[in-house]
């Protein structure tokens, strides 16, 4: 689990993923900024259900943004699962859902603009980040271009590297590339003991952790 006191001191933002009330209520005490909710973790995360997204966004004093993915593994959508994922937006609504947290790819490892262009649309004007999906397109220069096209006003990535230490370089090149239309996150293995070299290397200016690991 990161050190949120410690860090915030440093003035970075900082985002966790939870899976359940309990690790969002530690988030919280810690200083955390926002929270990512999400459930199974070990597949990389899917959307919760709805009594834990309400539970966390009752109890929570901070934002609380939510995962919508319906299963692990690719990105590559059906139809079916595609349908899914518009439900679970909408079954979100009635909630105090600060935004939302979702990406879908073409099988040649491009962004899937139609059927993102559908989840957009159903957020509804919300905040959404495109997530690690984002590490396996093919062109991330033109994937970056076509999310902000999109209006995603945030990207999570690692930098297209295991983790976000060894890919802060690339994220250096996204957030220039960016120049300020959309926030870049820093993700993936960032600890107490890392991040400040991330964020010295990597110039992003937010940041996401797991609340996992020590």
Do not use: F, Q
């Given at each position: 689990m990161i050190n949120f006191g410690l860090m915030k001191k440093k003035k970075l933002f900082l985002e966790s993923c939870c899976t359940s009330l309990e690790e969002a209520d530690r988030a919280c005490a810690l200083g955390?900024?926002?929270?990512?909710?999400?459930?199974?973790?070990?597949?990389?995360?899917?959307?919760?259900?709805?009594?834990?997204?309400?539970?966390?966004?009752?109890?929570?004093?901070i934002p609380v943004n939510v995962m919508?993915?319906?299963?692990?593994g690719n990105f590559v959508y059906s139809e079916e699962e595609i349908q899914q994922m518009i439900k679970a937006i909408h079954s979100f609504k009635d909630l105090n859902v600060n935004g939302y947290v979702f990406g879908c790819l073409t099988p040649e490892n491009e962004v899937d603009i139609p059927n993102m262009k559908r989840l957009m649309a159903e957020a509804d004007g919300k905040p959404v980040t495109f997530h690690r999906a984002f590490d396996n397109v093919r062109n991330p220069q033109n994937a970056l271009e076509d999310i902000i096209s999109l209006g995603c006003t945030h990207l999570l990535t690692s930098g297209y590297m295991d983790n976000a230490f060894d890919g802060r370089f690339n994220i250096a090149k996204l957030v220039e590339q960016a120049a300020s239309r959309i926030t870049v996150i820093a993700g993936k293995g960032i600890r107490a003991g890392n991040l400040q070299q991330?964020?010295?290397?990597?110039?992003?200016?937010q940041f996401h952790g797991t609340n996992l690991f020590l």
């Open positions: 955390a900024d926002r929270i990512e909710l999400c459930e199974d973790i070990a597949s990389g995360g899917v959307t919760p259900s709805l009594s834990l997204a309400e539970k966390v966004i009752s109890a929570s004093a919508i993915r319906p299963r692990g991330i964020a010295e290397d990597s110039h992003a200016n």
